[in-house]
Each structure stands twice: as C-alpha cells, then as structure tokens.
C-alpha cells in the first residue's frame, strides 16, 4: 500500500491494522481497477467541462474511494445515496446522523460535475437507490467552467437518473456559499444556483433545497464559524445540513413515519385529524385586479374557480397539501415558488383560541390564515418578518399561540409576542399558505 492510501485512511480514522485488511479485501482484478480508474482521455465522455484528471492526487482519491466501494454495491442496495465532492465525502457520520435510514456516501474530494456524470452508473444507478441527494458544482467553479455548463452536466444526471427510475425522488441542494478568496463569488455561486433551479423546474420528483440562504452570510458568503476554511462546513455546518435534509426526508417517508400521537387539551377540539384532509378544502380565489401591472418575476398564484371538498382525501387535487404521519405538508413547488391557500370549510365567528406547531425548511414562506387574514408563517431567521426571535428552532417544531377577541389577535411563537394587536375580520374561516419551500403543521386545535 502506498503512502498517500496511508494518510488518507488515517485521516478517516483507520488504523494501520484495519487498513491492511480493507486493502486484502478490496484487491481488485485489472478488469475491475480499470473499470474504477479515471479516464485518461474526455474524448467520447458525456458531459462538458473539467475532470481534474491533471492532478495525481485527485487520481488517487479517485481510483481508491470507488475501489472501496467495488465490493459494497451488493450491500448499498435501496440506500439513499449522496453524491457529490469533498463537502459529501466529509460527512462521516451519515448512519448517526439519520437514524433507521439506509444510506451511502458517494463524495469524491475534488469531483466536478462531470465526474460524477461519468461514475453515476456504477457508484449511483447500481445501487437502485431509493433517492439521491445531489450537492455538486463549486470545484467546477474553481476550475472557470461556468454556470451554463455545471447546470449542463447536472441536466444529464437527473435525466439518468429519471430513466433509471422514473419515480425516484431526488433531493437537489443548491451550492453552498464559499467566498471570493477561494475564488467563488456569491455572485457565480448563485448564478448556478439560479440555473440549478431552471433545470429542476416542473419536476415533480426533484426538491430544490436552499441550503444556500441556509449558510450565506449578509455578503452571501460563507460564515467562518460554519465553514473555517470558506468551503468545507465543520460540526456545525453538518448538522445544521441534516436538519435541513430531514424535514425533506420525513414527507418521502423514509424517517418519522411512525405518525404524531396527539390529544388536544381539554376544551379544544381538532381542526386537523392527522389522517386525511377532514374540514379542508380549496375556496374560490377572488379575480385579479385588471388594471393591476403584472410581474413577470412574481411566483404563480393558482386560480380556484369552483370550491373543492378534500373530505376523505389524504391529499389535494393537485398535490400541494398533503396528510402524512401526523403531519399537514405544504409541498415545495415545483416552480420554485407558487401562491396556493387551503382553507377550512366552515367559519369561525367567536373568540377562540388556535394552537399549532410547524415546521419548516430552509426559507421557507407560508401563512396562517385567522378568519381570512394571513399572519406569516415562515423559517423566520432567514425569511423574515420577524427575524429576531430568540426562542425559534431552524428546520424544528415551532408553536404559535393565539388569541383572538373580538378582532384582535394575539400571536405568540414559542412564547414570544409576533403581534400584540393584529387586526383580523370579524368571521371567516381558517387557512394555511403555501409559497416557498415545505412548510409541515401539526397539532392544529382550536377552542372557542
């Protein structure tokens, strides 16, 4: 064994004894070394852009992460897998971090976008994964391909990936911020985010996560106590990724499926029974203002023209809002962004009290509608309005308490005070939005 494989194992916490029996039973034949080894010529190779074959030590990595898991394919079968460069290879606790959930690594220090297109079929495809998440595209900024071309590349894998398995979800991160000083602007950096976003667009199976906004500072760039040295996150980092991811995995239904066991507080009564969408529906949407100037940039706002009763359903007719495990899913859209409102199908005329948590991913944008009046329910620390809040947690179960008497609502999150005084009509019904992003409710009650 050489000294590079030596350094590398050791740095992944391997002993010299474990080593030498990982080399012993990972030999490979010349045929399967061959069919692991990074190609010496681009000609004939799919995709555009850099390899990175110049470099030794990245023909090292290469070649010895993909012989490691030569004989592991068998085992990976119907994992979700992560594809992606060195900031996926440097997640070592996956099976810690998700819990009950199959997973495999398949990072490559210093892997570009078409590299990965390359090594989809043996290191992805032959696992028949039950999902992929892709984070994928800064070393090919690193190395001047542009934004254009990684968006290209990232095209042809989720194209492979659809023919594989055409229901196969896919999990797409957006790039994470990096820094100017690593030559990574967070102006080309989200340049490929933006195209990123192009390409997943209409896709039903894709989730476009913004673990972008997730990490990027005031400037847009890496936060040096999340990232030390601008491009790799350290523990931190790491788990504030997985929090991101699982809210994500628990509507594909690969953690949290045991249900949410709830029984409301004396005197309150249910509006969401955690089955089906029972007293949900959609209700006509008022015309929009003709002399209104529309914006071309504005997120599409979905047109109910006659009411629809979801009594018995588990989902809403177009897929939005979802009843899963205990959980009432607003979906990300698939265009990026999209205006759509579940209502319930009676009115609220008396005082009450409502309660519920949520949760939500990354910057994501939804509402809570009291009698028709829409209080923002969002991933606050990063979509705002109200930003400041000490005891809100990122991508966790919040709660929201409030009281209305009269017109006047109270509205409290986890505690503390959104709107002292927040003026709502005098009847109407209760109503959930969604926008950005997923957005999850639970627990909604209501006692009048």
């Known amino acids: 064994m050489n000294a590079f494989l030596k350094i590398f194992f050791?740095?992944?916490?391997?002993?010299?004894?474990?080593?030498?029996?990982?080399?012993?039973?990972?030999?490979?034949?010349?045929?399967?070394?061959?069919?692991v080894a990074l190609p010496s010529t681009y000609e004939g190779l799919p995709g555009e852009g850099p390899i990175r074959g110049q470099h030794e030590w990245f023909q090292n990595v290469w070649t010895e992460r993909r012989s490691s898991w030569f004989h592991s394919v068998e085992a990976d079968q119907g994992a979700v897998v992560f594809l992606g460069d060195s900031i996926t290879q440097g997640w070592k606790d996956l099976a810690e971090t998700f819990p009950g959930l199959k997973t495999a690594n398949r990072g490559i220090s210093g892997d570009t976008t078409r590299g990965m297109l390359i090594r989809l079929r043996e290191d992805v495809l032959a696992?028949?994964?039950?999902?992929?998440?892709?984070?994928?595209?800064?070393?090919?900024?690193?190395?001047?391909?542009?934004?254009?071309?990684?968006?290209?590349?990232?095209?042809?894998?989720?194209?492979?990936?659809?023919?594989?398995?055409?229901e196969m979800p896919v999990i797409l991160c957006r790039v994470f911020p990096s820094s100017p000083e690593k030559d990574r602007s967070a102006e080309d950096i989200?340049?490929?985010?933006?195209?990123l976003a192009a390409v997943a667009k209409g896709d039903e199976r894709i989730t476009v996560l913004d673990t972008w906004t997730l990490f990027a500072n005031e400037e847009g760039n890496a936060k040096i106590e999340e990232f030390p040295d601008l491009l790799h996150p350290n523990e931190i980092g790491y788990a504030k990724w997985a929090a991101g991811l699982k809210p994500v995995f628990a509507t594909l239904g690969f953690i949290e499926t045991d249900g949410d066991i709830f029984e409301p507080e004396e005197g309150f009564v249910?509006?969401?029974?955690?089955r089906n969408l029972n007293g949900w529906g959609y209700r006509v949407t008022p015309p929009p203002n003709p002399n209104r100037k529309r914006n071309p940039n504005a997120p599409v706002r979905t047109v109910i023209t006659e009411p629809e009763n979801f009594y018995g359903q588990t989902v809403s007719s177009d897929g939005r809002y979802a009843a899963i495990n205990g959980r009432l899913v607003v979906t990300t859209p698939t265009e990026g962004r999209r205006i759509q409102q579940l209502w319930t199908t009676r009115d609220f005329e008396n005082d009450f009290t409502l309660k519920l948590e949520f949760r939500a991913t990354p910057n994501a944008d939804s509402g809570v509608f009291l009698r028709g009046r829409q209080l923002q329910c969002r991933d606050f620390p990063l979509a705002g309005p109200y930003k400041e809040l000490k005891n809100y947690k990122s991508q966790d179960w919040n709660e929201l308490v409030i009281t209305v008497k009269g017109n006047i609502a109270h509205c409290a999150c986890n505690g503390e005070v959104l709107e002292a005084e927040y003026e709502i009509p005098e009847s109407g019904p209760m109503g959930l939005e969604g926008d950005r992003g997923q957005i999850e409710y639970r627990r909604i009650r209501i006692k009048e």
């Open 10 to 35: 050791a740095l992944c916490g391997f002993g010299l004894a474990s080593v030498a029996s990982f080399a012993d039973h990972h030999e490979l034949s010349d045929t399967e070394k061959a069919s």
């Open 127 to 166: 696992l028949n994964p039950s999902g992929v998440v892709m984070l994928m595209g800064t070393n090919d900024l690193g190395d001047d391909a542009s934004a254009e071309v990684i968006a290209g590349n990232v095209r042809l894998i989720l194209n492979a990936l659809k023919t594989s398995n055409p």
């Open 190 to 195: 989200q340049e490929i985010n933006n195209r």
């Open 270 to 274: 249910s509006l969401f029974n955690g």
